[in-house]
């Protein structure tokens, strides 16, 4: 293989790493967004629910709120940082590798935050 090959071969894949992470970027952009949404959105519910609901009403809609987050899937926050650490860990980036932990930790505070329903 020429110098000329490899060099091309060098700048695909790195165009192709590029790309890939300008996705990531792009939907982790969503992520932020749409929990920020969701956040605001269920500001305004539990206000009016607690101005306007009883103390039972308040209950099962808590619970109805928890399990319908389980459903869609708080979970994968910690499934991806699992898999973000695992795929860095054979690479010795220990920058990445730290961030995969960063995110593993997120994923163990969030589900202790919202535990699954019984």
Do not use: C, R
């Not at 629910?49 to 928890?66: D, H, I, L």
């Amino acid at each position: 293989m020429s110098e000329h090959d490899k060099n091309n071969e060098w700048d695909s894949l790195w165009q192709e790493y590029t790309k890939s992470l300008e996705n990531w970027k792009s939907l982790f952009e969503q992520i932020q967004k749409s929990s920020s949404d969701m956040q605001a959105k269920f500001n305004q519910v539990w206000e009016k629910a607690t101005a306007e609901s009883s103390a039972e009403t308040m209950k099962t809609f808590g619970e109805n709120w928890q399990k319908a987050m389980n459903e869609v899937g708080i979970n994968s926050f910690k499934v991806f940082g699992e898999n973000w650490q695992k795929a860095l860990s054979s690479s010795g980036l220990e920058q990445m590798n730290a961030y995969g932990e960063m995110m593993k930790k997120f994923a163990e505070t969030w589900s202790s935050m919202w535990p699954k329903s019984q």
